[in-house]
């Protein structure tokens, strides 16, 4: 894990930063699922320092590296956007099996718990399972959920949550989406349309679309966030499954390749287990 790379970088006993030094650094980047093009990047710049004079020892490689970790995260946490004017819409998207119903459980249960008034929208009418998950989270959430027929039109389906939502004096919708990456053209235009919808109704674009992410996949989440970039306006990330057996260094490279803030951590399975992302306390943390 990148968080074990980190400690053996502050247990080092001041080992001078030597050529040695810097291949291993890169090495272990590399094996915690920072992406080549990040782990490299962040070594050059170390190469860079050590040239200079500025960073002579693994303690000062140490404090470096903490530096541009948060400088790539962003410095300040990345909040979520609601609508002061109406009802708010936050789209979830990503491929199946990552864990995104699960995410917009949790964040009914939390935005209950909050206040709010809460609807899902039940917007993978491919996977029957899906919309009976969903359910199920509304269920323990005590949220309504708007549901259609298997195979029917998602844009429909959210339409009408829009619409329950209004009547019902509901204050944010939840989108599920379905995640066939695999026909991305029709993912595509369908998570336009949906977004066309959306804006039609509400007259903005969605509050936000996050992507959800399974934080122990590695690389392949970078290759998930690239594809789902082209379909929609990314405008945060949920890593799921983080609990203690993913790699840190995917927050990492996902959040500096794409340039999307990672916004919510979901860390276990229970209700209560997603938490907002802090860049600050992720990288002490992880720098511990």
Known sequence: MIKGLFQRIGGLGGRRLDDDLLDELEEGLILSDVSVSTASGLIADLREGARRGQIATDEAARDFLKKRVIEHLGAQTAALH?????????????????????????????????????????????????????QEWGRRAGVPVVTGQQGADPAAVVFDALC??????????????????????????????????????????PDETLLVIDATTGQNGLAQARAFSESAPLSGLILTKWDGTAKGGIILTVARETGVPVKLLGVGEKADEICDFDAKEWTETMFS
């Open 82 to 134: 609601f609508n002061p004017n109406g009802v708010t819409v936050w789209l979830f998207i990503g491929v199946n099996g990552v864990g995104k119903t699960t995410s917009i459980g949790k964040m009914a249960h939390r935005l209950k718990d909050e206040g709010h008034t809460p609807l899902l929208a039940a917007g993978d009418t491919f996977r029957a399972a899906a919309t009976e998950q969903l």
């Open 164 to 205: 329950a939502a209004r009547a019902r004096g509901c204050d944010i919708v939840l989108v599920d989406t379905a995640g066939r990456l695999h026909n991305k053209s029709n993912l595509m235009n369908e998570l336009a349309k949906i977004a066309r919808v959306i804006e039609r109704e509400t007259g903005r674009a």
